[in-house]
């Protein structure tokens, strides 16, 4: 006798949920349960000194050291003395004055390199499309974004570092980069923002700052999934809201389930669902991680995280 029970959202998920992560350095594992991180493919590309501390337990994974641009050319890479500080675009030297940073953007080392877009390294992979892009290459957010204009159509989630204040020649300012991301059914669901303190005599004492830069985060709007292939809605829907919860934006994911994905997808997959905001979000493990970031313990990992990484950075508002 065959067995005719349909697949669940997990299996249905293998080599078909891709996350790329560009700028991948000192990143962990996506919180997800396990089932659906063994579903991911995931693409980290790191082209700085400090490596992604992800483990093995995917679908597929590709870590990469290559440097990514907008196009396929041969470029400038700049290592800063700071720990993550290194890219293809160079720093205004007005900021680096105003932010005294003189010491964290001292050039250690300046190298030629040929970088290579997204869609590139996709192919060289055999992948089609992105589930989940995320940006963090100092600078050159926009111009690799827009070099993935034929793969944001289905795209469901993005996040992106911005700036209100360019810090790099030739950087966009955020509002033109959300324009051009609104245009493409994107909607801007919450931003994690960073205050900087200009180089005044007394800015030690200040807890007070200006908003210079924000990752951003973005999900296709549910209006522009809804006029995907009929065979398609379903697994996009669910796919974004495991992308929400694995970021954090939990009430948009709640959101999501129940207003859209409700009406759409297989019972057993709205219980698969269902059952990642319990374990993500169990109550006992929530206390324990706040009891956790109360106590010495906590507190001792923070500072020798910052002596590890020399992160202790006084123009950033704490």
């Given amino acids: 006798m065959g067995n005719n029970m349909a697949p669940t959202l997990a299996q249905e998920l293998r080599g078909r949920f891709v996350v790329v992560n560009l700028g991948a350095g000192a990143d962990s594992d996506y919180p997800l349960p396990a089932a659906f991180q063994k579903a991911m493919t995931l693409i980290e590309i790191e082209g700085g ?32 003395a700071w720990w993550g500080g290194g890219g293809i675009y160079e720093p205004i030297p007005e900021m680096i004055k105003l932010y005294g940073l003189d010491n964290f953007y001292k050039v250690l080392s300046v190298s030629d390199v040929e970088t290579e877009t997204v ?30 204009e034929n793969l944001l159509p289905r795209v469901l989630m993005l996040q992106c570092e911005l700036r209100f204040q360019p810090f790099y020649v030739g950087e966009p300012r955020f509002h033109e980069v959300d324009k051009y991301l609104h245009e493409h059914g ?72 129940e207003s859209y994905a409700a ?21 006992f493990w929530e206390r324990l991680k706040a009891l956790i970031q109360a106590s010495p313990l906590d507190f001792l990992y923070r500072r020798l995280r910052k002596l590890m990484f020399k992160y202790d950075f006084p123009h950033v508002v704490k």
């Fill in 263 to 283: 009406k759409v997808l297989p019972a057993d997959w709205l219980k698969e669902l269902r059952y990642t905001f319990k374990v993500l979000h169990n109550p």
């Fill in 49 to 80: 000194r400090v490596n992604p501390i992800t483990s093995e337990k995917y679908f597929a994974k590709h870590t990469v050291g290559k440097v990514i641009a907008g196009s396929s050319e041969h470029r400038r890479f700049n290592q800063y």
């Fill in 186 to 257: 994107f909607e801007l669901i919450d931003m994690l923002p960073d205050r900087w303190k200009p180089n005044t005599t007394n800015r030690n004492r200040w807890k007070d700052g200006r908003l210079v830069w924000a990752d951003c985060l973005y999900a296709k709007a549910p209006e522009a999934i809804i006029k995907f292939q009929n065979d398609e809605i379903p697994l996009a829907f669910a796919k974004q809201i495991l992308i929400a919860n694995m970021l954090g934006l939990n009430s948009h994911a709640e959101y999501l389930l």
């Fill in 119 to 148: 869609p590139q390294l996709l192919d060289s992979l055999a992948i089609e499309t992105i589930d989940f892009l995320k940006t963090d290459i100092e600078g050159a957010d926009f111009e690799v974004i827009k070099s993935c």
